[in-house]
């Protein structure tokens, strides 16, 4: 669906927070394509409005035409207008080119208190009103329209809004920003019922932030009700939505600080958290940047005296047949975690490949407990802090049921095996004490497997939110480091450690079945 086109005429804001700034910011945070005429520049901040100019009115008929004059327009969002030959000026351009939707905010009176609208053009804009589909007043300047004095409650603001609907057939938004106590209500009201239900007023309660930072909310109201009501034509889903916007959005102005006055709301921060700011990487760019993060973790593990002397062959036998029985425990319980990845999986290909590597741990893990370490050396073997540590780890994120935590947890066992497995398998030869290790983390099927872990978890995070990516780089980070202590500890472990003696361990050929199992030993 293309984006609604969505006109502010109105004055500026040099410090972003109101005016044609704040409408489009609100048109884009709605989904619309902003485009704005400038009736008048304005030299004011957070704190108040120093000057007004306001251009030749020539000017601004010059800017209205440039821009109807080649844009479909779709609404348009009248804001400041100045004085009275500015709003003849518009009046005349809006009877010629007759855009679908209207939202006129009668901006009379800034926040700050200081005149918007000269005195005389209230006139004027009284004549403006009927040309519009809906306007947006305040509690001021709704006691202005109605010639009323201003209303202390609510339900006076409701019988106002009635009053000045049915006086100039418009539909009236009244808001209630500047009633006191823990409400902000807003309310739809059209005194020719005909509202959805034939109704003439529709309330929209909402709850008052307690900030100071509610400067440009009009603005942005009345810009992105403009943007949504044309997007989809349904009042009352317009409404409903832009309030919930503009409320997280004050719920977020503190976090912007501009400003030692009333500062500005925060346009985006719903959009920004949900959605991020990252352009659109790819699932492969994605890890490529993870695999970048841990780079640090990669190094202490290369570092390792196990690694190395398990490459250069020189690793205590002792050292190496410990280390396998406590793979084996680690094997039973990654297995179980596999499962569950297979058992949430969301594609077909995705639940047979974690299946599959399930099986292939477990099967890694029975063919180490029945052939390659003695019978009952797994048993008598109590897991040492770093196999419990990692193992907690993965059952932890199980238990939680989270597909793409589970999957990111486990990627480091694939990974950093294939990667290790791959740089030692350069010293291996047919000599080697430990070439059958070597051998099972170079070999191509390992790899393969390797990449479709990689390819999947890539694109767990690239649909993520930003905040489930956090957490999955979180879950795959703490698994890489829990890896780099599984290596460390087999020559850690000392003296009073939980390790047993384990006879010298006879190294077999890579299972056969098993080629898909993930890291650690086969
Ligand atoms: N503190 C607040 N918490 C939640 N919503 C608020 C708060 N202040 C204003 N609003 C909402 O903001 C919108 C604008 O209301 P308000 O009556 O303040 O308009 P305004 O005076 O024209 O705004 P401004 O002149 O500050 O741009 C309404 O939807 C209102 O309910
Ligand atoms: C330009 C402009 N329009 C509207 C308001 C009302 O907030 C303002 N302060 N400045």
């Not at 969301?346 to 052939?371: C, D, K, N, R």
């Not at 999957?407 to 004490?433: E, N």
């Not at 690239?462 to 599984?486: G, K, L, N, S, Y």
Request: net charge negative; aromatic share 8%.
């Amino acid at each position: 669906m293309r984006p609604v086109r969505v006109l502010s005429i109105a004055g500026t804001d040099p410090t972003g927070g109101a005016g044609i700034q704040a409408d489009l910011k609100s048109i884009a945070a709605q989904g619309g394509y902003g485009m704005a005429v400038v009736t008048a520049l304005v030299a004011q901040n957070t704190r108040g409005v120093r000057e007004v100019h306001v251009p030749p009115v020539a000017f601004l008929a010059a800017q209205l035409d440039a821009v109807s004059d080649d844009v479909a327009i779709d609404a348009v969002k009248i804001g400041m207008l100045g004085d009275a030959a500015v709003i003849e000026t518009v009046t005349a351009w809006l009877e010629r080119v007759a855009p679908p939707l209207v939202v006129l905010d009668p901006v009379m009176i800034a926040t700050s208190g200081d005149r918007l609208l000269a005195p005389e053009a209230e006139a004027a804009l009284r004549g403006l009103l009927a040309r519009a589909d809906l306007i947006t007043p305040n509690i001021p300047e709704l006691a202005i329209l109605a010639e009323e004095p201003e209303a202390r409650s609510w339900d006076t603001v409701l019988e106002q809004a009635r009053r000045v609907s049915g006086r100039y057939g418009v539909r009236v938004l009244a808001k209630g920003g500047h009633l006191v106590g823990s409400a902000a209500p807003d309310a739809l009201v059209d005194a020719a019922a005909t509202l959805p239900g034939g109704r003439s007023w529709v309330e929209f309660p909402g709850e008052r932030i307690n900030t100071p930072h509610t400067h440009g909310t009009g603005c942005s109201l009345s810009a992105a009700l403009a943007t949504r009501i044309a997007a989809d034509g349904d009042w009352i889903a317009a409404v409903t939505e832009v309030k919930r916007w503009l409320t997280e959005s004050i719920r977020h102005a503190d976090t912007l600080a501009v400003g030692e006055g009333h500062g500005p709301i925060s346009h985006f921060a719903g959009l920004w958290q949900r959605g991020g700011i990252d352009t659109d990487r790819t699932a492969a760019e994605h890890l490529d940047d993870w695999w970048r993060r841990i780079a640090p973790i990669r190094h202490a593990a290369d570092d390792l005296a196990f690694v190395r002397q398990l490459g250069d062959g020189s690793l205590d036998r002792d050292a190496f047949s410990w280390y396998l029985a406590q793979d084996a425990l680690y094997l039973r319980d990654y297995a179980r975690v596999l499962a569950a990845a297979a058992q949430l999986a969301p594609t077909p290909e995705e639940q047979a490949f974690w299946a599959q590597g399930a099986y292939g741990s477990i099967a890694a893990e029975l063919q180490l407990h029945q052939g390659w370490l003695p019978e009952d050396e797994v048993f008598q073997t109590a897991p040492a802090p770093a196999t419990t540590a990692y193992v907690d780890h993965l059952l932890a994120a199980a238990a939680r049921g989270e597909y793409e935590i589970i999957i990111a947890a486990v990627l480091p066992c694939y990974w950093l095996y294939q990667d290790i497995g791959t740089r030692l398998h350069a010293h291996s030869h047919p000599d080697h004490p430990y070439a059958g290790w070597l051998d099972t983390y170079a070999d191509e099927t390992f790899a393969r497997s390797t990449e479709r872990a990689i390819e999947y978890v890539g694109e767990a995070v690239r649909r993520a939110t930003p905040q489930t990516r956090a957490r999955m780089f979180d879950a795959f980070e703490r698994a890489a480091a829990h890896e780099v202590a599984f290596f460390a500890a087999p020559l850690a472990a000392g003296p009073g450690s939980s390790r047993v003696e384990p006879q010298a361990v006879p190294l077999a050929e890579p299972l056969a079945g098993t080629e898909t199992s993930p890291g650690h030993a086969e």
